[in-house]
């Protein structure tokens, strides 16, 4: 099984920025996806930006140009670098991967850590 850890959330000024990790742990092959999803109050889970194993990175229109991913694979962990943050930014930030496990592939979800942005 592979677990998630994220950290890093906390509050911040409009403008700041933060930066999250999210570490994985456990039995696994290999992290093929590592990404991450953010849900505010009241509304569904949305993507936010994805690495992949062989580097490729992907981001929501809505973050382009203002966070970054990025993974150390000799860690299992992947980064999401913040910054310009604005108050629609609020949310509570997930960590997630899909992973080749020892016995079949994972789909597995960090617990979540908010990040909430002040104007």
């Known amino acids: 099984q592979v677990q998630l850890v994220e950290s890093g959330g906390g509050l911040v000024q409009a403008g700041g920025s933060l930066r999250l990790s999210c570490a994985a742990s456990g039995r696994f092959v290999r992290l093929n996806v590592m990404d991450w999803y953010r849900q505010a109050p009241g509304k569904q889970r949305e993507f936010v930006a994805a690495?992949?194993?062989?580097?490729?990175?992907n981001y929501a229109d809505s973050v382009k140009g203002r966070f970054t991913i990025s993974r150390d694979n000799a860690k299992n962990t992947v980064y999401l670098q913040m910054n310009s943050l604005k108050p629609e930014d609020t949310a509570v930030y997930y960590c997630?991967?899909?992973?080749?496990?020892?016995?079949?592939?994972?789909?597995?979800w960090g617990q979540g850590t908010l990040v909430t942005v002040s104007s």
């Open positions: 997630h991967t899909g992973a080749t496990g020892v016995y079949k592939n994972l789909e597995v």
């Open positions: 690495s992949t194993s062989i580097g490729t990175t």
